[in-house]
């Protein structure tokens, strides 16, 4: 197992400078913090936390890091850990962080410094910079899983699974899977589980993307799926299928008869669409289930089951 | 002026417990607290929060508190007010009340007594539980105003006149207003200003809602909407106008060649909509404008423009 000075020694810096840079990373210049969390992570160095924690004694202050908040999927989670965190006496503060470049990583670290522990939703980083946060501090993964970090993962593959048997079964005999964002560790896992089941049931599946999982891309997408000939569509994300559907009927196709789109319940129940699959993550309970490991401890890694529902 | 004597014989309890109530929140029961904001509030004191923050020391924290996280609305705010602070070496928290409850403004005053200062967007509750807050520490408000309390709101009001002006202008006779949530502090100068625009341009109006800013609300609106026999539609969110257009597309209603809809500019960009006006805020110039406040102590009342384009 690497010692402290292993580390010092693949950083080039003594004992005392990783030391400070791993317990307050605020007191170190950022590209020295970089370095030095890097070599840590190389070496798969762990911080006895529980006894540099006690030293220090407890903030009350956790850490919920998004992405971005532009997508309201996040924002049932975040109330679901804030009333999960208040149990506990914590205050919960949210944080804007994608983690894809080392100046963040630096910074997310200091903020590291000031809690007592994070929840990093679907982080977009490399495994490593994430792997550097949780080095400073006990953290706990939404929606994306690193071997060896504790995470809490909505299960949507399975979800979308389901949801492409359900629609072979309806008669559907193409079907259209829309891809998320570059760089979504979730996306891979659904594209997978959609190609299997079509396979099983014997139905043409074409994968499209990667799309960012916005209104403009889902209008943007209409033509590409309509080459397809495809009668059913899986789209990534709610923004990505209200672009869709609206110019899919914008060009007078009509939606659900001729082609369903699958969305969040809250749109097929709106429209009405008989048909239509559902793909509804609770996260609320994801965003308690995060806590509840952040809090115990425990190095778990969680599969929640996603609800599909079909309109009648 | 009110003096802390005034305030104990008021709300019954002596000096000290009114004191503590003041300016350590967190030590006094949630009955307690209310009851001595209440009568705080109800005699105009103000406490002199320069002393007292300086007699306790800079904590280094603000927060940013919004109604609910699921309005992207907020989140360019948010941003804008985060890079401000880091700016000022202040660590941004952000948390979700919507301050409607007399319970909701003690434990928010309890988080107020752990931060410097307090940004509150667009709270819904009544007058007194807004300033029960800014007893505990300065804020500022975003998307409201209060007489005596420094904000900043974007002036749609002024928009939604300009288009209405420019729907007009281009032919529209009977225009359509789908106001906002009940409790929205913006939604009833938008109708009045919607309803004076267009009596001076001798155009019709209609007023409809209130609505939830949500894709249901807009789509369960689009019988009321043509019934009305509007060519044109002013909704107050982008959600609702979202709902709506994919209603009348749905019922084979073209759009925007039968009937227009205002949105933000991502969405009318996207679809390619001519004649359609496109209403947005920049969210990160209102948090830059509120931390600038909020840093400089101005009791200042702004109202940011808010810009209007036509798709062509």
């Known amino acids: 197992m690497a010692t402290l000075a292993d580390v010092a020694a693949l950083a080039g810096y003594n004992k005392s400078t990783v030391s400070r840079a791993l317990t307050r990373p605020e007191m170190v210049a950022p590209e020295t913090l970089t370095r030095i969390l890097g070599a840590a992570d190389q070496l798969g160095y762990v911080l006895n936390r529980t006894a540099s924690q006690l030293a220090r004694g407890r903030t009350g202050l956790a850490a919920f890091v998004v992405p971005t908040l532009e997508n309201a999927f996040f924002a049932p989670i975040i109330g679901g850990a804030q ?19 080392s100046a963040e990583v630096a910074a997310l670290s200091r903020l590291a410094s000031q809690v007592d522990g994070l929840i990093l939703a679907a982080p977009r980083g490399e495994d490593a910079h994430v792997r550097a946060i949780g080095t400073v501090k006990p953290i706990v993964l939404v929606d994306r899983e690193i071997p060896g970090l504790p995470s809490v993962v909505a299960d949507t593959a399975t979800a979308i699974g389901t949801v492409v048997t359900g629609l072979a079964a309806r008669g559907h005999r193409r079907i259209a899977y829309l891809g998320g964002p570059a760089g979504s560790w979730q996306d891979p896992g659904r594209a997978a589980s959609a190609s299997s089941a079509a396979a099983l049931a014997g139905v043409e599946l074409s994968v499209h993307g990667p799309f960012p999982a916005t209104f403009a891309a889902g209008v943007a997408s209409a033509e590409e799926v309509l080459a397809t000939g495809a009668t059913a569509v899986v789209p990534y994300a709610t923004a990505l299928a209200l672009g869709l559907m609206l110019a899919l009927r914008g060009r007078g196709v009509h939606v659900p008869e001729d082609v369903v789109v699958s969305a969040e319940a809250t749109v097929t129940d709106a429209l009405g669409a008989p048909g239509t699959p559902a793909i509804d993550v609770d996260g609320e309970e994801l965003g308690r289930a995060a806590m509840d490991l952040l809090t115990s401890g425990t190095d778990e890694t969680r599969r929640l089951p996603v609800h599909v ?3 009648s």
């Open 83 to 101: 009333a999960r965190a208040a149990a506990s006496d914590l205050h919960l503060t949210v944080t804007v962080a994608p983690l894809t470049t």
């Open 309 to 311: 529902t079909w309109s």
